[in-house]
């Protein structure tokens, strides 16, 4: 079985993307900028960002957080988000979730400039996508593409299973998997003898959000898994996903660890959806001139 490797990808993408940053910098005399803004002390969050964070200062990307405080009412975000699409220095903006409650995260999908958001989660974003017509790629649906095309597994023709139907990973993981010529089947928590699907498919990507979900008996022998899940283990054995991967060896033809799969992928995929911000804000400005 072929191990997705997903932390080796992202090693030699984020190599490349220096190179491209290292570009930019010379041709513009500044650095993309991606902000992070983060709401409350969620303990998970902070570790996210801190990594984000860390993700971009290796590869030359100026990285800014912004906190603020889990009582910050709506408007107060809003003025935040508006003075974020105006700056014109900055270029990706991510708003870490969950935020806490009484903020509402469909207010900041309708009001970040589809041209700052750096997570491709935003209603405008999305739109752009369904259309066709992509600014840039949801980042995990995009990190899985891109380790499926690093590790040269074919998606033209291939009937591909997603199960999960979120907006953040399952329908555009479908959507970009059609765009590549692939007959998709989208399942989710409601499908009815869902082993019946995923035992059709040549490429199952499991985002259901649910730990230890499916297994060997659950894919045809030859199938490639990818799996989205993480969830805390227990114990202090680290993470797990959606699902039973150590029942894959000499059974499916390709497999992501988790973790060490997919995650890493998100990351890279983040850094790059800056770069490409930055220079479509780059061309704005020139076409102004």
């Known amino acids: 079985m072929i191990i997705l490797d997903g932390k080796l990808v992202s090693v030699t993408r984020r190599e490349q993307l220096k190179l491209r940053v290292k570009k930019f910098i ?5 650095s993309p900028q991606l ?37 910050c009412q709506q408007h107060e975000l809003n003025v935040v988000i508006d003075r974020l699409n105006l700056d014109q220095e900055v270029d990706g903006v991510l708003v870490q979730l969950p935020l806490p409650k009484g903020l509402n995260e469909n207010e900041i999908n309708t009001r970040l400039s589809p041209y700052k958001d750096a997570d491709g ?33 074919p998606v033209a023709g291939k009937h591909a299973v997603v199960v999960g139907r979120s907006t953040i990973v399952g329908k555009p993981m479908a959507h970009l998997l059609t765009m590549a010529d692939a007959t998709v089947t989208l399942c989710h928590s ?11 498919a040549d490429i199952v990507v499991v985002a ?20 989205v899940g993480m969830h805390g283990s227990g114990q202090g054995k680290g ?40 220079e479509i804000s780059q061309q704005k400005k020139q076409q102004k001139k």
Request: hydrophobic letters at 40%.
């Open 26 to 30: 010379e041709s513009y005399r500044r």
């Open 35 to 71: 902000v992070v803004v983060i709401v409350g002390e969620n303990s998970a969050s902070q570790i996210y960002v801190r990594n984000k964070i860390i993700a971009c200062e290796a590869v030359g990307i100026k990285s800014t957080k912004i906190e603020l405080p889990a009582t």
């Open 121 to 153: 989660f935003t209603f405008n974003s999305l739109g752009h996508l369904w259309a066709g017509q992509p600014i840039i790629k949801p980042c995990t649906p995009q990190g899985v593409m891109n380790l499926l095309e690093h590790f040269k597994i």
């Open 190 to 200: 409601k499908t009815p003898h869902l082993r019946e699907h995923t035992l059709r």
């Open 208 to 227: 259901a959000g649910q730990k230890h979900l499916l297994g060997k008996d659950d894919f045809k022998k030859g199938a490639v898994v990818v799996d």
């Open 239 to 278: 993470v797990t996903g959606d699902v039973r991967v150590h029942e894959l060896q000499d059974w499916a033809y390709a497999a992501t660890p988790v973790p060490g799969g997919v995650g890493p992928m998100t990351i890279a995929t983040l850094l790059e959806n800056t770069l490409i911000l930055a």
